[in-house]
């Protein structure tokens, strides 16, 4: 396996873990999934609709976020929106987000000479 083959396999690793946290964080008001696909690529996170599809029946499956078709306009959509549930996984995931980035900042800081003190809290497990 060649170099590219397996920066492009870290990278997509890499990103998969932050499809969901996005995705969470952009649906407070109704979107369809077109929509999501252009606002996340418009952040800078391109996300293909075969990804994000299967990503938003699972989230649905697990209780986070609700759908429903609006049909009055000239071409059916299914808009999703979060659910009180997802609402509370997000800002878990958001404020796991936060404290991971962090560290890894200061992990990949080149001024890091030492360990930092211990953050207050634990790092939940995820």
């Keep these: 396996m060649g170099k590219e083959e397996v920066l492009s396999g870290l990278l997509m690793e890499l990103r ?3 499809i969901v946290l996005s995705v969470l964080s952009r649906l407070k008001e109704p979107k369809y999934g077109y929509s ?7 952040y800078g996170l391109p996300v293909e609709t075969n ?13 986070l976020l609700t ?4 049909t009055e306009e000239s071409k059916p959509r299914k808009y999703y929106c979060i659910t009180p ?6 800002e878990r995931l958001k ?17 890091a000479k030492a360990l930092p003190e211990k953050e207050e809290g634990p790092t939940e497990q995820l």
């Design 16 to 18: 998969r873990g932050t």
């Design 36 to 42: 999501l696909v252009t606002q996340l690529t418009e």
């Design 51 to 63: 990804t994000l599809y299967p990503l938003l029946r699972r989230l649905e499956g697990q209780g």
């Design 67 to 70: 759908s429903e078709w609006n």
């Design 85 to 90: 549930e997802g609402r509370e996984i997000y």
């Design 95 to 111: 404020k796991q987000w936060q404290q991971t980035a962090a560290s890894m900042d200061r992990i990949l800081s080149e001024d």
